[in-house]
C-alpha cells in the first residue's frame, strides 16, 4: 500500500524553512531588556539629523516609533507622535522614527523623504528598507512604539494607533514623563 501523500514532502520543507525562520528571528523585547542600538550610522540612511547612536542617547528617555508611510493607521498616528516631540523634547525625549516598508515602493529613499515632508515629520527618520532593525527588536507591527529608560532599557511598549487627547495616548504619555522625571 503506498502511503505517499503528493506533497508532503513540500510540506516537510516548508515546515522546515518556518521553523530555521522562527529560529533566527528575534523574540518581542522585555520590559528591562536592554534595545538593540541602531543598525546603521550611514549618513543617507537618516532624515532630519546626522546619524544617532543609541549608546549615545543614554541619560535621556528615546521613544522609537515604527511605521511605514503606506500604512492608514501610521499617517493617522502623525499627528498625535508630532505632539509628542514638540511637548516632551525640551524636557529631554528623543523620538526616532523608523521607516520599515512593507511594499517595494515604501523602500525607496526618494518616497520615503518625500511623505516625510508632506506629512511634515521633522524629528529623526531612521531608513530600515531592508528591516534590519525591525527585526532586532522582534517588531511586528506599523505602528509600533518603544519607549526606552534613560539607559537605554525597554520601558514600555504600544502597538497601533495613537491619537491625540484619547485615554490610550494619555496613559502612553504618562510613561513618558515617569522617564523624563527619572532624568
Not at 46 to 62: C, H, Q, S
Not at 84 to 98: D, N
Not at 106 to 123: F, H, S, T
Not at 131 to 158: I, K, M
Amino acid at each position: 500500500m503506498n502511503t505517499h501523500v503528493p506533497g508532503k514532502s513540500a510540506l516537510l520543507l516548508l515546515a522546515l524553512a518556518m521553523l530555521a525562520g522562527a529560529a533566527s528571528a528575534r523574540a518581542e523585547l522585555a520590559v528591562g531588556e536592554r534595545v538593540p542600538g541602531f543598525p546603521s550610522q550611514a549618513t543617507g540612511d537618516w532624515l532630519n539629523t546626522d546619524p544617532l547612536v543609541l549608546a549615545e542617547l543614554r541619560g535621556r528617555p528615546v521613544l522609537i516609533e515604527f511605521w511605514t508611510f503606506g500604512c492608514v493607521n501610521c499617517l493617522r498616528t502623525v499627528p498625535w507622535l508630532r505632539e509628542v516631540a514638540q511637548t516632551y523634547q525640551e524636557r529631554g525625549l528623543v523620538v526616532v522614527s523608523v521607516h520599515t516598508p512593507e511594499f517595494p515602493q515604501e523602500g525607496v529613499a526618494a518616497n520615503v523623504r518625500r511623505a516625510v515632508e508632506r506629512l511634515r515629520i521633522d524629528y529623526p527618520v531612521l531608513l530600515d528598507p531592508e528591516a534590519r532593525y525591525w527585526n532586532a527588536l522582534g517588531n511586528r507591527y506599523w505602528p509600533a512604539f518603544y519607549l526606552l529608560d534613560d539607559q537605554g532599557r525597554l520601558a514600555a511598549t504600544a502597538i497601533g494607533e495613537m491619537h491625540v487627547g484619547t485615554q490610550r495616548a494619555r496613559r502612553f504619555e504618562q510613561e513618558i514623563e515617569a522617564q523624563l522625571a527619572r532624568q
